[in-house]
């Protein structure tokens, strides 16, 4: 069975700094992977997917994810955060053979200080 | 595109009374649509799938007779919480997919907070 792991259950970086979230699966064969971000008290919201192709994909609201087969990671990046960008962030992987169905990370809180 | 809403967004109910929940995808047919509930600082638990036409597919240590899952359209699923209690409070999120397996992606619905007093 699948599995994903976020090692980080909170992190907190100064508005401006740069930000790496950390994945890391477990899956058998080539992972679908996604990142979705939510907002307190909110629904998911889907930064962006990783399917088959190039390994770095870009998403929205300036953020990026490399998937890295040898490392079985996805971290996800941002050069610079903004004070908005605060809220919890969820990776995820999707299981093709059972319906597209989800396993997610247990999540990482970011906090961003001015 | 890709909208999902849900209603309500929140509800608050007496102990022993239940509440439907009603997922619906705004501007794509859903074939498939899941059930999550998340506690308070936790990520999200798949409590079932469900497909259009057919019955849920639950997952284990999820009550069927007390979540009560309907998709009777393309559009539509309803989630009902039967008899519920205060540790059935908790915040429920649907997510549909369109299209069938392969590459379509989840598109989560805002959620629906339940209190059970």
Redesign the interface.
């Known amino acids: 069975a699948q599995s994903v792991t976020q090692p980080d259950i909170h992190i907190t970086v100064s508005e401006g700094a740069s930000l790496e979230l950390r994945c890391n699966y477990s899956y058998g064969a080539t992972p679908?992977l996604?990142w979705?971000v939510q907002s307190p008290?909110?629904?998911?919201?889907?930064l962006l997917?990783y399917?088959s192709g190039d390994t770095l994909v870009q998403g929205i609201k300036g953020f990026e994810a490399e998937f890295k087969r040898s490392q079985s990671s996805f971290n996800l990046r941002k050069p610079s955060v903004h004070w908005s960008d605060a809220a919890e962030y969820?990776c995820a992987v999707?299981e093709?053979?059972?319906?597209?169905?989800?396993?997610?990370?247990?999540?990482t809180?970011l906090m961003v200080k001015p | 595109g890709a909208v999902v809403s849900q209603h309500p967004s929140w509800v608050i109910c007496k102990s022993g009374t239940s509440v439907k929940i009603e997922c619906r995808s705004l501007d794509f047919q859903a074939t498939t649509m899941f059930w999550y509930r998340q506690f308070p600082k936790q990520s999200l638990m798949l409590m079932a799938t469900s497909n259009e036409g057919s019955k849920a597919t639950y997952e284990q240590g999820v009550e069927k007779d007390k979540f009560l899952i309907n998709h009777a359209s393309l559009t539509l699923s309803t989630l009902t919480v039967t008899s519920a209690h205060p540790e059935d409070s908790s915040f429920y999120i649907c997510s549909a997919v369109a299209g069938g397996l392969g590459t379509d992606t989840q598109y989560f619905g805002p959620g629906t907070r339940l209190t059970v007093l």
């Open positions: 679908y996604f979705y008290g909110q629904g998911l919201q889907l997917k399917f969820f999707g093709v053979n059972a319906g597209n169905m989800l396993t997610f990370g247990g999540g809180r």
